[in-house]
């Protein structure tokens, strides 16, 4: 069975320092990945999505997230970060491209000191 | 872009009744709609999935009875949830597909439910 695993629940950084959110993925086959964020009271919003091709994949906002299948892993990284980013981001695993079933890590959230 | 709306954004009910929410996908013909919900706490689970030509697919712990949902076409869906207690509260999210590959989710903003 598939699964995703994000190690860090909370993680609080300093405006304007790098970001780096871990992703362990957990399945046999080529997944489909991407990270959505949920800012507070919001929905699910797309940051970036992964298939094929090159491994870092950029996405809105500065955000990009770099593919390793030797690690299964889907790290997302920013730079710089800003305040604004605060929120809580979710790792997610599609294991074909029918149908829509998406597997969800527990997220992190993040926290950026002004 | 893609948009998904729903509604309503939040709700009330008291334990024991039932409410519906609805998602519409605007400017765009949905290959598949899903429906999630993340309870307090915790991360998302998928309730159930429908796609093109497919019945609706509900996942383990989650029934027909309980969460019946309409598909009529390939931009609306509607979801109730019968009979509410305290643990189906949280925010239901439905996710629409527009296709291609990946064929990727897009999100509405959620209706939250809050059961008395």
């Known amino acids: 069975a598939q699964s995703v695993t994000q190690p860090d629940a909370r993680v609080t950084v300093s405006e304007g320092a790098s970001l780096q959110l871990r992703c362990k993925y957990s399945?046999?086959?080529?997944?489909?990945l991407f990270w959505y964020v949920q800012y507070p009271r919001q929905g699910l919003q797309l940051l970036l999505k992964?298939?094929?091709?090159?491994?870092v994949v950029q996405g809105v906002n500065g955000f990009e997230a770099e593919f390793s299948k030797s690690n299964s892993s889907f790290h997302l990284r920013k730079a710089s970060v800003h305040w604004s980013d605060s929120a809580v981001y979710f790792c997610v695993l599609k294991y074909n491209n029918a149908g829509a079933k998406l597997t969800f890590g527990g997220g992190t959230r993040l926290t950026v000191r002004p | 872009g893609a948009l998904v709306y729903q509604y309503p954004r939040r709700t009330i009910c008291k334990s024991g009744t039932s409410m519906r929410m609805e998602c519409q996908a605007v400017g765009f013909q949905a290959t598949s709609v899903a429906w999630y919900r993340q309870s307090p706490q915790k991360t998302f689970e998928l309730i159930a999935l429908s796609t093109v030509n497919s019945a609706i697919k509900y996942e383990q712990n989650f029934t027909q009875e309980k969460f019946p949902i309409s598909h009529p076409n390939l931009s609306f869906s509607s979801m109730t949830v019968l009979n509410a207690y305290l643990e189906d509260r949280g925010l239901y999210l439905c996710?629409?597909?527009?296709?291609?590959?990946?064929?990727?989710?897009?999100f509405g903003p959620g209706t939250r439910l809050l059961v008395l």
């Open positions: 996710g629409a597909g527009l296709g291609g590959r990946p064929d990727t989710q897009y």
């Open positions: 992964y298939y094929s091709g090159d491994p």
């Open positions: 399945y046999s086959g080529t997944p489909y």
